[in-house]
């Protein structure tokens, strides 16, 4: 079997990122083989998911780890953003107490950024911590969520206001579970490769531009798809390595969240899904650092046309109401004595950290956002 491993490297621990197409199958006996030192069987793992993947790829993923010799229990937990709350956390700890998950034991988060994200804050306080596997299987959780140990759930006042870090031993990702993905989640997940290009890798995001479609996984070719995987998990694994706790450079990770957030949230989580708020939060941020002269106007378009090109809105909802989305970024994670603080573009390949915006700036944006042609979904 082909495999790409990307690593991590931390002061204290290293994982890896493993690639392999049809690896899914393989999760159990990697683990039962020693690759995963603190894993091995027989042990208790609590796989937790949704039901729209778990009926998938639920059964393979089982017969994998219990064939290597696991005791395995599963948790589902309904789908969508709306429940990534203390709620469903409630239920993964009451599935733990069920299936007397002892601190040698370990889940195994089989889903999206919302499975992950939640599972790995559930791992990260039963027992005050135990082991945690992430099998991602949407884009966005591949190249982003999965890898970092960023895990939380949201508050009804803001998103991922309670969380916690707690890195995964392992994340495995299959590329071909990415055929079942509903089409609206893979442009989702390409917002955050397009993140990468801007802020880290230039040659990534002009592998994006030249690629003739971006709209659609099965417009990708096996190798496009293949750079677009190890490249944006080796951003993510580079800047997650040198600041593992957003001490500072790790903050441009942010980059198109920071008013994508408040979108998020004011639209309910369920209007807007966190990749398409990530698109309108790096128009956003590439009109602010327009405005600012931080960047040339020759880049901030050619950061629309890729956006645009991958069928993400550029637009932002008309009826956000331009003084509660400024009210909301001051409750936002990233603000730092007061002031919020954005990620903005300096060039494409390379962002800045800035706490200099105006809210002037920020109000003529939001209108010029909404100004802006709406990109159609579907
Ligand atoms: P998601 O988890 O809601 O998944 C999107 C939808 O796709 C869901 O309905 C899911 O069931 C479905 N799905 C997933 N994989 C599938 C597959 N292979 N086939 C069919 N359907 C599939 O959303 P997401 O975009 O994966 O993740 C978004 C979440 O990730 C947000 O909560 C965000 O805050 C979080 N996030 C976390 C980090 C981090 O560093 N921890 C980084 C980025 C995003
Ligand atoms: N997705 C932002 C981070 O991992 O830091």
């Given at each position: 079997m082909n495999k790409t491993v990307v690593s991590i490297s931390l002061p204290q621990l290293a994982y890896d990122v493993i690639i392999a197409a049809g690896g899914l199958s393989f999760l159990g006996q990697w683990l039962s083989a020693g690759e995963v030192p603190p894993l091995t069987a027989p042990r208790k793992l609590l796989v937790v998911?949704?039901?729209?993947?778990?009926?998938?790829?639920?059964?393979?993923?089982?017969?994998?780890?219990?064939?290597?010799?696991?005791?395995?229990?599963?948790?589902?937990?309904?789908?969508?953003?709306?429940?990534?709350?203390?709620?469903?956390?409630?239920?993964?700890?009451?599935?733990?107490?069920?299936?007397?998950?002892?601190?040698?034991?370990?889940?195994?988060?089989?889903?999206?950024?919302?499975?992950?994200?939640?599972?790995?804050?559930?791992?990260?306080?039963?027992?005050?911590?135990?082991?945690?596997?992430?099998?991602?299987?949407?884009?966005?959780?591949?190249?982003?969520?999965?890898?970092?140990?960023?895990?939380?759930?949201?508050?009804?006042?803001?998103?991922?206001?309670?969380?916690?870090?707690?890195?995964?031993?392992?994340?495995?990702?299959?590329?071909?579970?990415?055929?079942?993905?509903?089409v609206r989640e893979f442009r989702a997940g390409m917002a955050e490769v397009i993140?990468?290009?801007?802020?880290?890798?230039?040659?990534?995001?002009?592998?994006?531009?030249?690629?003739?479609?971006?709209?659609?996984?099965?417009?990708?070719?096996?190798?496009?798809?293949?750079?677009?995987?190890?490249?944006?998990?080796?951003?993510?694994?580079?800047?997650?390595?040198?600041?593992?706790k957003e001490a500072g450079l790790r903050a441009i990770l942010n980059y198109g969240h920071t008013i994508g957030h408040a979108i998020e949230s004011l639209t309910g989580y369920s209007r807007i899904n966190h990749g398409e708020a990530v698109a309108m939060g790096m128009a956003a941020a590439g009109w602010i650092a327009e405005k600012m002269d931080l960047w040339k106007a020759d880049h901030h378009h050619r950061q629309l046309a890729l956006i645009q090109k991958t069928n993400l809105p550029t637009a932002i909802p008309g009826d956000l109401d331009d003084e509660v989305v400024l009210r909301l970024l001051q409750t936002d994670k990233k603000v730092k004595s007061g002031r919020v603080r954005f990620i903005l573009p300096a060039a494409i390949g390379r962002a800045t950290i800035t706490d200099q915006v105006s809210s002037e700036i920020i109000r003529q944006v939001l209108q010029q956002l909404k100004a802006s042609p709406a990109q159609v979904q579907g």
């Open positions: 998911s949704n039901p729209t993947v778990f009926q998938i790829y639920g059964p393979t993923l089982i017969e994998s780890l219990t064939q290597a010799g696991f005791e395995v229990s599963t948790c589902l937990l309904p789908d969508g953003e709306q429940y990534k709350t203390l709620e469903s956390v409630q239920t993964i700890y009451d599935a733990a107490l069920q299936h007397r998950l002892e601190r040698r034991s370990a889940m195994v988060a089989l889903g999206g950024g919302v499975i992950g994200d939640m599972t790995g804050f559930a791992a990260a306080t039963w027992l005050r911590g135990i082991p945690f596997v992430q099998v991602p299987t949407s884009l966005l959780a591949m190249v982003d969520a999965s890898i970092g140990g960023k895990t939380g759930v949201n508050h009804p006042q803001g998103k991922n206001l309670i969380g916690a870090f707690h890195q995964p031993k392992l994340v495995l990702i299959d590329p071909q579970v990415l055929e079942t993905l509903p993140k990468y290009g801007i802020i880290w890798d230039q040659e990534l995001f002009a592998a994006l531009e030249s690629a003739p479609q971006l709209d659609r996984y099965e417009a990708l070719s096996e190798s496009l798809l293949h750079k677009i995987l190890t490249r944006s998990c080796q951003a993510k694994a580079d800047v997650v390595s040198q600041d593992e």
